[in-house]
């Protein structure tokens, strides 16, 4: 079923991925920055960061905190994307790579971001 996603979804849906993500790793939730992250878009709608960046991710030094906020925004679209939208083989690829490699930066300080990403994929997160 192929369904439109508003930034509004967009964005409530990233923020309780980053919750569940933040309460499982002991962090507090910044939310004014959860809010205001994609707010740009609500003029020109959603564009996907594989065409922000030339369709290749590369992790740049950035805080813990934005590599979550990306973790969560990127989980958001890849489970609205299978979930509602024509999800083609190299978006998937794209969006799974973006993933481990945030997972893997994040490893390093949250040895086990990997389980509780898993966690969100299982648990389902039901937003609607």
């Known amino acids: 079923m192929l369904k439109e996603q508003s930034v509004a979804e967009h964005t409530f849906r990233t923020m309780a991925i980053y919750d569940f993500i933040a309460k499982r790793l002991g962090i507090d939730t910044p939310w004014y920055k959860i809010l205001i992250h994609d707010i740009d ?10 065409h922000k960046n030339g369709g290749e991710f590369k992790l740049s030094e950035q805080s813990t905190e934005k590599s979550l906020l990306q973790l969560a925004d990127t989980v958001e679209a890849r489970i609205w994307l299978n979930r509602y939208g024509i999800i083609r083989y190299k978006v998937d690829r794209y969006l799974g790579n973006k993933i481990n490699v945030l997972k893997q930066e994040l490893r ?4 086990e971001i990997g389980c509780v990403v898993d966690e969100v994929y299982n648990t389902g997160i039901n937003y609607d």
């Open 41 to 50: 878009e609500a003029e020109t709608g959603d564009i996907p960061s594989s």
């Open 108 to 111: 390093r300080e949250f040895p």
